[in-house]
């Protein structure tokens, strides 16, 4: 490595915060030069936890662009926010990272992948669950084979958000709580395991009026992947032992069955792989040590592509089959019908998300899981 990624920084509500001070300095291949929001608080309270920004706050991303020449934008505001800095991160010759949700639509996102590869640019979402040991792991067993067929998955999620937290945060108001803000990550993690795409699913959702919450907290949705059927089931406002953000996963082979979990609550490495054999000795499998994790394993996956002149994992470019993946669950939901991932990834451009209509500027609160 000869030198540094210089990387600007937009978007500093409470989680492009916890990205300036508790992610971006252990990324040594990454400086960051600058930080951009809108909000003048905003940038008071990250000048207050992260004193080495002072003099390189910005209010609007131009400025920023002038005053500190990055290689690279980092965003992290609110989802109105991705596509339009994204798009003028482009257009202004930088390599981009953004955080999921990519774009709130299959042909906005579509549209930025072309842009960015007619420049000859990098863009990558944040897709951050992938960068645990027992994903990885969890992906390796299916890639092996030694357990025979996989015939299927059972996923769970809980965690309690019943009372309404004060002030609100923004995950409460959001149209999609569930499938967008957190399935996203769960959908993601099924194609890294299975190494594959699905081709259908039924998804239901419901809101039975606890926790304030405008959209539904809660989902169920049956995912086929070929023959391997995937049972999903996740919840905001569940009483039972919450989860780690990953989830519980059980995983049936002809010969034996795999449970993992992974994330432990404020990005903490949390891991577990078992695998149990029907013949043999149940055993926990050592798990890989990693560098980083997390969020510091996508923006230090997004530095070593950039150095390493290659498409980052999670590039936009992959990304679009996570977003069709999550918007087609979104759909099945509102239509109640199957959808055929054939035909969502041919023509799901037109639809949205609906009620994402904030501002780009906004910078509501975030959940802190994403």
């Known amino acids: 490595m000869t030198r540094r990624i210089r990387i600007l920084q937009v978007g500093l509500g409470d989680w492009g915060r916890d990205w300036a001070w508790r992610v971006n300095p252990t990324v040594d291949e990454a400086e960051v030069v600058g930080y951009v929001d809108s909000d003048p608080p905003a940038l008071a309270l990250l000048a207050k936890r992260l004193p080495v920004s002072r003099g390189r706050c910005f209010g609007s991303l131009a400025d920023g662009i002038q005053a500190t020449q990055p290689d690279a934008l980092l965003v992290t505001t609110t989802l109105a926010g991705h596509a339009p800095l994204v798009r003028a991160g482009l257009e202004a010759g930088l390599h981009v990272i953004v955080e999921k949700p990519f774009t709130d639509t299959l042909e906005t996102a579509a549209e930025l992948v072309s842009l960015a590869a007619a420049k000859g ?67 993601d993690l099924l194609r890294l395991v299975l190494g594959r795409e699905p081709d259908r699913a039924l ?69 577990k792989v078992v695998v149990t054999p029907r013949r043999g000795t149940r055993r926990v499998v050592e798990l890989p040590a990693m560098s980083r994790i997390d969020r510091a394993g996508t923006l230090g996956e997004f530095a070593a592509a950039l150095l390493e002149g290659r498409e980052p994992e999670t590039s936009g470019r992959d990304n679009l089959a996570t977003l069709a993946f999550t918007l087609a669950a979104v759909e099945s939901s509102q239509s109640q019908a199957w959808m055929e991932m054939p035909q969502v990834k041919a023509g799901l451009g037109r639809i949205a998300i609906p009620g994402n209509g904030a501002p780009p500027g906004a910078q509501a609160k975030s959940a802190p899981h994403s």
């Open 121 to 187: 640019l990098v863009l990558m979402v944040s897709q951050n669950y992938r960068f645990f040991p027992a994903s990885r792991i969890a992906a390796q067993l299916v890639r092996e084979g030694n357990l025979g067929e996989l015939h299927g998955i059972g996923i769970d999620f809980r965690r309690d958000y019943s009372s309404p937290p004060k002030p609100r945060f923004r995950l409460h108001s959001d149209p999609q709580p569930l499938l967008v803000d957190m399935s996203i990550h769960h959908f």
């Open 203 to 271: 998804c239901v959702t419901a809101n039975a009026g606890i926790g304030g919450f405008d959209g539904p907290p809660t989902a169920a949705a049956s995912i086929f992947f070929g023959d391997i059927l995937v049972s999903y089931r996740a919840s905001w406002i569940s009483a039972r032992a919450k989860t780690p953000w990953a989830g519980e996963w059980t995983m049936e082979f002809e010969n034996g069955y795999v449970y993992w979990t992974s994330r432990g609550d404020n990005g903490v490495l949390h891991d």
